[in-house]
């Protein structure tokens, strides 16, 4: 998975509770993403991230924000989670934006 | 909104058949198309990718044809073998905006033995 490590990997939650999923590169790459995975929607961009403290919202960024204060790690916040923002999470990196997009293993999160 | 149409959603090929996975998009400024692979459990990886300047990429047994003209392109996997057995996504991107992916919502392909 390209050096790249997303913790935790699976969670349950309930609904209103805070929840922040981490995502750990190893390879200094400065374009770090989130994305959403669900059942017919393919993946989906919820931030991103062109270096550190520098990000952006995609496409599906009602409901979280992010923060990135170091080269490696990209942090996902639910500030109050909802059952529909249960889903896959995956985090990806790149080196610029003329290389490919790598992906991480994947977070489970479950809002109940 | 940009989008990515992908087709079919399902497919079932039998082992050593051709197996054809197609893509359209809207968006003229795409300049950049992947195919990802992926498993159950696993993250998407990135397969094949093809830029518009070539009508077609072909490593190993994976080919990606493209059509400029009518905005679209297609997967094609030949000698598909059991292992091949996955979720592919097609995807776009432009140069601006960090070079963000649209996905396609995938093809669950399954290689009977």
């Known amino acids: 998975d390209a050096g790249i490590t997303q913790s935790p990997r699976h969670k349950v939650t309930e609904t209103g509770t805070p929840v922040t999923l981490r995502c750990h590169q190893t390879?200094?790459?400065?374009?770090m993403y989130w994305y959403r995975q669900d059942p017919g929607h393919g993946l989906r961009l919820i931030h991103y991230?062109?270096?550190?403290?520098?990000?952006d919202k995609g496409e599906v960024s009602d409901g979280y924000s992010v923060s990135r204060s170091k080269t490696e790690d990209f942090l996902l916040t639910l500030e109050s989670a909802t059952s529909s923002q249960t889903s896959v999470y995956f985090c990806?990196?790149?080196?610029?934006?003329?290389?490919?997009?790598?992906f991480g293993p994947g977070t489970r999160l479950t809002v109940t | 909104q940009q989008q990515v149409k992908q087709s079919p959603q399902s497919l079932i090929v039998q082992k050593g058949g051709i197996s054809i996975i197609n893509c359209a998009y809207e968006?003229?400024?795409?300049?950049?198309f992947p195919w990802y692979q992926q498993f159950p459990g696993k993250g998407p990886a990135l397969l094949i990718a093809?830029?518009?300047?070539?009508s077609e990429k072909k490593e190993g047994r994976f080919t990606i044809s493209f059509n400029k003209s009518a905005k679209q392109f297609s997967l094609h996997i030949m000698d598909s073998q059991p292992g091949d057995s996955a979720t592919y996504f097609c995807?776009?991107?432009?140069?601006?905006?960090?070079?963000?992916?649209?996905f396609g919502s995938g093809t669950q392909l399954t290689v009977l033995p």
């Open positions: 995807a776009a991107s432009s140069s601006g905006s960090a070079r963000q992916l649209t």
């Open positions: 093809i830029r518009p300047d070539v």
């Open positions: 991230s062109y270096g550190v403290k520098d990000t």
């Open positions: 390879e200094n790459h400065r374009y």
């Open positions: 990806a990196i790149s080196e610029s934006t003329h290389y490919e997009q790598y």
């Open positions: 968006n003229t400024a795409f300049d950049y």
